[in-house]
T-cell receptor, first 115, second 116 residues
Framework: AQKVTQAQTEISVVEKEDVTLDCVYE???????LFWYKQPPSGELVFLIR??????QNEISGRYSWNFQKSTSSFNFTITASQVVDSAVYFC????????????FGTGTKLQVIP | EAGVVQSPRYKIIEKKQPVAFWCNPI?????LYWYRQNLGQGPELLIR????????DSQLPKDRFSAERLKGVDSTLKIQPAELGDSAVYLC??????????????FGPGTRLTVT
């Protein structure tokens, strides 16, 4: 069975601080995909990134960066120089790579960036 | 390009009443998903459609929930009768098809259901 754990329920930072959101996953699959989604107060989930299990190269996109470590089953997300607009709930998710690729979401981390 | 459209955005009903949610996916997206998101939790899949066929409804409580996607485009999710525990946000998502690109599902804003 797949499981995604986001131990941080809520995080508050002051604007311009860096913040890292943790994600730990469990799967018996050898190939799988990992995702991060952002859910702003408006409600819809916004896709941020997808990584496959064969690609452990870290990725940077603007102020966002992701650290995938297969050895520790973690896929952490760092926001550099946080802004108020980053305030949202962030979900880490996992899907199998074969067949249907059902997506399993974590419970989310609520990030509040204080001006 | 319009995103996934859902209506209504909010619904308050008394228990034992019926309720229906509507979703119009992104044009051209063959796969449509209904999720339920309880407070403080991540979304959980209820049902997935490939065109008009429900290919995964294993998590749908079939005694009271039903869904349809008759023409393979928009979809309706119904609860009858609603129970207090059904209070949640119901999210609709769509993707080109389930296989590719992996997991790039586009979500609507959801319908927040409150059962009193």
């Amino acid at each position: 069975a797949q499981k995604v754990t986001q131990a941080q329920t809520e995080i508050s930072v002051v604007e311009k601080e860096d913040v890292t959101l943790d994600c730990v996953y469990e799967t018996r699959d050898t190939t799988y995909y990992l995702f991060w989604y952002k859910q702003p107060p408006s409600g819809e989930l916004v896709f941020l990134i997808r990584r496959n299990s064969f690609d452990e190269q870290n990725e940077i996109s603007g102020r966002y960066s992701w650290n995938f470590q297969k050895s520790t089953s973690s896929f952490n997300f760092t926001i550099t120089a946080s802004q108020v607009v980053d305030s949202a709930v962030y979900f880490c998710a996992l899907s199998e790579a074969e067949g249907y690729q059902k997506v399993t979401f974590g419970t989310g981390t609520k990030l509040q960036v204080i001006p | 390009e319009a995103g996934v459209v859902q209506s209504p955005r909010y619904k308050i009903i008394e228990k034992k009443q019926p309720v229906a949610f509507w979703c119009n996916p992104i044009s051209g997206h063959n796969t449509l998903y209904w999720y339920r998101q309880n407070l403080g939790q991540g979304p959980e899949l209820l049902i997935r459609y490939e065109n008009e066929e429900a290919v995964d409804d294993s998590q749908l409580p079939k005694d009271r929930f039903s869904a349809e996607r008759l023409k393979g485009v928009d979809s309706t999710l119904k609860i009858q009768p609603a129970e207090l525990g059904d209070s949640a946000v119901y999210l609709c998502a769509s993707s080109l098809w389930a296989g590719t690109p992996r997991g790039e599902q586009y979500f609507g804003p959801g319908t927040r259901l409150t059962v009193t």
